[in-house]
């Protein structure tokens, strides 16, 4: 996508009307524009074309945040306030580059589970498949697991 994507004057013309925040209309128009963001660039100018406006502002109107529970939030295919893909695979890049930052000469490892939650499995499997990119042995765990079984596997499995 390039910066004169049709979709980038429906951005401006939905703030103009209220329906989005500039914040929201910022980041859309990076996921329009940015090289990094291309494979969900069509999604997004699906939705704005739709004028799925509410929901637009809600996924892009901030950064998800990352909590002591983790990333929780609504999910949304796109959007960086959302729980899709996108946000995951940050968050286990994220995660591999500070363990990796300060891990010193510990070996790299870690474990991953999933529960019954929607896309869960999907998720962990992304997660997992990132941080074996990042050079780290993945332990994970098949079927639905309660956050106790994660625990112990931690310990069992160093």
């Not at 013309?13 to 329009?32: F, S």
């Not at 990333?71 to 899709?84: E, L, S, W």
């Amino acid at each position: 996508m390039t910066a004169s994507h049709p979709a980038l004057n429906s951005i401006t013309a939905a703030v103009d009307a209220g329906h989005l925040c500039e914040a929201a209309a910022e980041n859309l128009r990076k996921w329009l524009t940015e090289p990094r963001y291309a494979q969900y660039a069509d999604a997004v100018a699906s939705d704005i074309e739709q004028g799925k406006w509410k929901e637009l502002d809600d996924a892009f109107c901030a950064v998800i945040p990352f909590g002591t529970g983790g990333r929780r939030g609504k999910m949304y295919p796109v959007g960086p306030n959302a729980i899709n893909e996108r946000t995951i695979g940050e968050s286990a890049q994220g995660l591999a580059n500070y363990v990796k930052q300060h891990a010193g000469s510990a070996a790299l490892r870690c474990a991953i589970a999933y529960d019954t939650r929607h896309r869960s499995r999907e998720f962990a499997r992304l997660s997992a498949e990132l941080m074996v990119a990042a050079g780290f042995e993945v332990v994970l765990l098949q079927d639905c697991r309660s956050t106790p079984e994660l625990s112990f596997t931690v310990r069992y499995k160093q």
